[in-house]
């Protein structure tokens, strides 16, 4: 069972480019998040997404956008990617219909901007 | 916007100590609450929930106090493996009915020998 899977672990970017951070579980969870974690802070809501379908905007949206096609997938999208945006990237589900609120984690990806 | 709040540490303790971390949210409405577990350069790790007065897992022990919103973990008899960065998080609901979960920026604890 592998649970949350992200990828790339690692990236780094050059100022301007793009990439997508992509997200799988296999739990068959409704909820999926995206939280960006910067050196000694707490994790930020990006989006987040209650299923296929539908998603929203957490605490700090700007410069990302997300898609739910699928319940397993929830890619995120760096367009213009800028120096703020380096950060560790985690991405997580839970699985609200059985009335857990708590979130599994996946493994991060580190992404540096340059 | 709802705020968790948490003492960042560093809690320095030594082998055997017992170690308390106390967290404040500001939400009133919250029911639920959990305590993470984050390793250095790692993802968090679901170590506690709390439903009502409090929950006991071995060594760790968390209590809600909803009059005075907060929360604490205690920690028994130190190990060397709990030193890691501890989470507060709490659940909110959003105006749209689904849930956000709010992180407090964490405690850290080093354990000594």
């Known amino acids: 069972n592998a649970g949350v899977t992200q990828t790339p672990k690692f990236r780094i970017l050059k100022i301007g480019q793009s990439m997508t951070l992509q997200c799988a579980q296999d739990m068959n969870h409704n909820y999926m998040y995206w939280y960006r974690q910067d050196p000694g802070m707490g994790l930020k809501l990006i989006y987040y997404s209650v299923g296929a379908g539908i998603t929203d905007k957490g605490e700090v949206p700007n410069g990302y956008n997300v898609s739910r096609s699928t319940t397993e997938d929830f890619p995120l999208r760096l367009e213009l990617a800028a120096p703020s945006q380096t950060s560790v990237y985690f991405c997580a589900s839970s699985d609200r219909s059985g009335g857990d609120l708590w979130a599994f984690f996946g493994q991060g990806t580190r992404l540096t901007v340059v | 916007r709802k705020e968790v709040e948490q003492d960042p540490g560093p809690f320095n303790v030594p082998e055997g100590a017992t170690v308390a971390f106390n967290c404040t949210y500001s939400n009133s409405a919250s029911q639920s609450f959990f305590w993470y577990r984050q390793d250095c350069r790692k993802e968090p790790k679901l170590l506690m929930s709390v439903y009502s007065s409090g929950n006991e897992d071995g060594r760790f022990t968390a209590q809600l106090n909803r009059a005075s919103q907060y929360i604490s973990l205690l920690i028994r008899d130190s190990k060397l493996s709990d030193s890691a960065t501890y989470l507060c998080?709490?659940?909110?609901?959003?105006?749209?009915?689904?849930?956000?979960?709010?992180f407090g920026k964490g405690t850290k604890l080093s354990v000594i020998p």
């Open positions: 998080v709490v659940p909110e609901l959003t105006g749209a009915g689904s849930y956000q979960l709010t």
